[in-house]
């Protein structure tokens, strides 16, 4: 048997004999390793004979032995003496009551202890701390985790808060550790925070309207509005939990402990000279950020956006939105209108890029222009024809015809149709374009009053009557009209009781009017030498003088009887 002393000068011998004399079943006992081999490790407590251990307890996790003879170890004597006179003993049960008795010192003391967090349980997590112990998912963090296994394999500090041997109940808490550090960080930041003090912290929380920063036991807002002199539509496109930022303290209040954050305000203001950097005129790219009703928002660098308005997108298309014609995300190029460096508001034109097509209008097609183009609008006052992109022209429906009544243009026209005009005016200022199609042809009326001389004889056939008058047909769009004072030398009450429509009647010619496309009839005239002879001098007279107001004459020649 190996001979040796305790510290205190005490022979084993010694101590084992009292051990012995002492000894009971349940108690840990020192003892000194007397043989290992691969089956056993032989362990002497001073009993009358020695006590064999499985080796696995004596193994680390890779099967090395951690023990060789000569050291001392202390085991659990679980029966004294077995059917074969032998002591039983355990090393691995002895290491469990030690951890137990460390466990409760540490329980009575309030000291943390540390574990591996081992698996997922119902309701939290096993965690090794020697023993099994439980963790309440509650208890895990400050805040609640979601995915309980991102922890699992994790080695952290706890605070043991129920403690039972005799059921081995133990129950841990991070979240009680945690709350107590965070504790002292609040007091120490609390005594050091300042407004306008650049501060670290880290992204506690993430919503719509801005982030949460924890700066050291207290949180402090970081609005989405403080976040970038850019455009920001989320937090989240510029951060994620976890995240270590420097920010600077806008607003503090001790008492209520709310703290404002601003991270733009590290950066320097990009509108700081913007007029010289983005001078009236300037051609610029920029990227399609936002759309609204009246234009489209243009970034230009961080920081900086420009307004092209709807009606600075075309100088030909009627823009009822900006997304017809762009989109989030497009890259732009534009011109440089107006620069408020006070209101921070640029004004910029995508129309600008190219040349005004109206500026040139009037040297592409000069008046009397013959043109074609196809119709794309048809309204009650006339016909829109499209002669380029952009650029439409307006036949009014009294220059369709020189001679039909037309009273609506779809009457002889549909869109799409293709048509010749003829350009009669250009406003460039207002951008209106005039084109006509009776214009193409000689305007008939201009040869009428040599055709139908005033006093002339003429025959017809009577198209319409009206409580006025008749109307006579001389030709092909040609019209004369008899009124019903001049239908008949009697007085006439009714005219349809004089003429029907289809009946055809012979009269003079007493009035000419090519302007006003009026030809005035008399039947009563026919009979009348008097009125005959005065139309033949008028006529005479016209011929003469190119006078066009023969009414007013005939007035003169015959006096009351002709008003009559």
């Known amino acids: 048997m190996i001979e040796n002393t ?72 679980e029966e004294i003496e077995d059917d074969s006179g032998r002591i039983v003993l355990s090393k691995e049960k002895a290491d469990r009551l030690k951890i137990w008795d460390d466990i409760s010192k540490a329980y009575e003391a309030d000291q943390p202890v540390d574990g591996v967090i081992l698996s997922r349980v119902k309701g939290g997590l096993a965690v090794d701390i020697g023993v099994k112990a439980f963790l309440p998912g509650s208890q895990v963090d400050l805040r609640p985790v979601r995915n309980l ?18 059921r081995g109940n133990i129950v841990l808490s991070r979240r009680a550790l945690l709350e107590k550090e965070r504790e002292k960080l609040r007091e120490t930041t609390l005594e050091t925070l300042s407004e306008g003090q650049i501060v670290d912290g880290v992204i506690k929380n993430i919503t719509d309207y801005g982030a949460f920063i924890d700066l050291g036991g207290i949180d402090g807002l970081l609005h989405v509005t403080d976040m970038s002199w850019g455009r920001v539509n989320h937090p989240s496109e510029l951060f994620k939990v976890g995240d270590e930022i420097k920010v600077k303290v806008l607003r503090f209040d001790p008492e209520s402990e709310r703290v404002s954050l601003g991270l733009k305000q590290i950066q320097p203001d990009p509108w700081r000279d913007a007029a010289m950097r983005y001078p009236v005129g300037k051609r610029l790219t920029g990227k399609v950020v936002s759309l609204t009703d009246y234009g489209a928002f243009v970034e230009l660098e961080a920081g900086i956006e420009g307004l092209v308005h709807v009606s600075e997108m075309s100088w030909t298309k009627r823009v009822k939105h900006p997304s017809k014609l762009v989109n989030i995300g497009d890259q732009v190029e534009s011109v440089v209108l107006d620069v408020d460096e006070h ?57 369709i015809s020189w001679t039909e009544q037309i009273k609506h243009p779809s009457e002889k026209y549909n869109k799409g149709d293709e048509v010749e005009a003829v350009v009669l005016k250009i406003d460039r200022e207002n951008e ?26 003429i025959s017809g056939e009577i198209t319409s009557v009206t409580d006025f008058g008749a109307f006579v047909k001389l030709e092909e769009g040609i019209e004369g009209l008899i ?9 006439v009450e009714k005219p349809s009781d004089v003429v029907a429509a289809g009946q055809t009647v012979t009269a003079l010619v007493t009035r000419v009017d090519p302007v006003d496309q009026k030809i005035s009839l008399s039947i009563r005239a026919l009979t009348n030498k008097e009125e005959r002879a005065a139309l033949k001098r008028l006529a005479a007279e016209q011929a003469a003088s190119q006078t066009t107001t023969l009414g007013d004459l005939l007035k003169e020649k015959l006096g009351k009887k002709a008003e009559e």
């Open 432 to 457: 209106k374009f005039s084109l006509g199609i009776k214009q193409l042809t000689a305007n008939p009326w201009d040869g009428i009053k040599r055709k139908y001389p005033v006093g002339s004889e």
């Open 6 to 77: 305790t510290a205190g000068g005490e022979s084993f011998a010694d101590l084992f004999e009292k051990q012995t004399r002492e000894m009971k079943e349940g108690e840990v006992v020192q003892g000194i390793v007397t043989l290992v081999d691969d089956d056993h490790v032989q362990v002497d407590v001073g009993f009358k004979s020695e006590g064999l251990i499985d080796s696995w307890e004596f193994m680390d996790d890779d099967a090395r032995m951690l023990v060789r003879v000569g050291d001392q170890v202390d085991v659990l004597v």
């Open 149 to 166: 296994e991102s922890v699992i394999g994790e080695k952290l500090a706890f605070k043991i808060i129920k403690f039972n041997k005799r």
């Open 483 to 491: 009124y019903s004072a001049e239908l008949s030398a009697d007085k």
């Open 343 to 399: 209101n921070r508001k640029i004004s910029l034109g995508m129309k600008q890029i190219e040349p005004n097509p109206w500026s040139v209008i009037e040297e592409k097609y000069p008046i009397n222009t013959h043109v074609r183009g196809t119709i794309r609008n048809i309204t009650n006052f006339g016909i829109f024809v499209g002669l380029e992109e952009g650029v439409d022209g307006l036949v009014h429906v009294s220059d």
